[in-house]
């Protein structure tokens, strides 16, 4: 190390101006640098060769604290789910407006088909009586202003992606084919005019009746959103029987990040 060199070349004639010139060409960052001449002029004198060593190691380590320092304040931010009443919990549906051709209805449990419970809690939403199709819940989430407080610059970065997850069932029966579950992310305007619309697709939980299956995706915000229409769209399948639309939605998440 060139530092090691630096010392064993002093002789006691030598200043403290000698010394910060030598350590100086060193390759060291410029606060390391600093640090050193300013420890070095003020502590070193020509007797103390062997402490001018020690204090440079001294000082080499109080860059590797800061430095540590720095990537420890980088904390993980848990952004909040924008959705009132994502999973019925209110116990109404406050929070949501029906847009569809049939009334989606709160489900405590067995109300549309014995067995079929919330997936958490003592809520959860099911497709209704039909027989209209689809019957569907919206809710608009605010971005600009919002909760979260999104500048115009921040909805422009093409940074910010809308992450989705929901739960779903779908009563089974040997006789009819599975009713299915949709939602949808309508991007809006600050005029509400839409600028996209992107969905899960029409889905079945086919792998345990009763049980829930679970879906996750994030959707890039296009730019100049303002507001976001989450839907949640109950379809009901086979036109003949069965008026009922029998699959089941709980605990919606909508995050932006
Ligand atoms: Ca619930
Ligand atoms: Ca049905």
């Known amino acids: ?35 050193m001449t300013e420890t070095s002029i003020k502590e070193f004198s020509t007797d103390e060769i062997d402490n001018s060593f020690s204090l440079m190691t001294t000082t080499e380590e109080t860059t590797t604290r800061t430095l540590s320092n720095i990537d ?3 904390t ?9 009443n994502p ?14 051709s049939s009334s989606v209805i709160l489900d405590s449990g067995g109300v549309l088909n014995s067995g079929y419970n919330p997936h ?17 819940l919206t809710q608009n989430v605010k971005l600009l202003g919002g909760v979260q407080g ?22 089974d029966t040997f006789f009819m084919p599975h009713d299915d579950v949709e ?16 969905s899960s697709r029409a889905l079945a939980c086919k792998s ?16 100049g959103t303002r507001s976001i229409d989450y839907t949640m769209m109950f379809i009901r399948r086979g036109t003949i029987i069965g008026n009922n639309i029998d699959s089941y939605i709980d605990d919606n998440s909508l995050r932006v990040f």
């Open 1 to 35: 190390m060139t530092m090691t060199n630096s010392i064993e070349e002093l002789s006691t004639d030598d200043t403290a101006e000698t010394i910060t010139t030598t350590i100086g060409t060193t390759p060291m960052t410029e606060t390391s640098i600093t640090a």
């Open 183 to 198: 939602v949808s992310l309508t991007f809006r305007s600050s005029f509400s005019a839409v600028l996209s619309t992107v």
């Open 87 to 100: 999973g019925g919990e209110l116990g109404t549906l406050a929070g949501w407006t029906q847009t569809g």
């Open 150 to 171: 999104f500048t115009e610059i921040q909805l422009a970065s093409r940074l910010l992606r809308a992450y989705v997850s929901f739960y779903y069932q779908t009563w």
């Open 208 to 223: 345990s009746n009763p049980g829930w299956c679970t879906y996750t995706n994030a959707f890039p915000l296009p730019v």
């Open 120 to 136: 958490s809690g003592s809520y959860c939403f099911a497709g209704g009586r039909g027989p209209g199709t689809p019957s569907k």
């Open 72 to 74: 420890t304040r980088t």
């Open 76 to 84: 993980t931010m848990i952004p909040p789910n924008l959705l009132e």
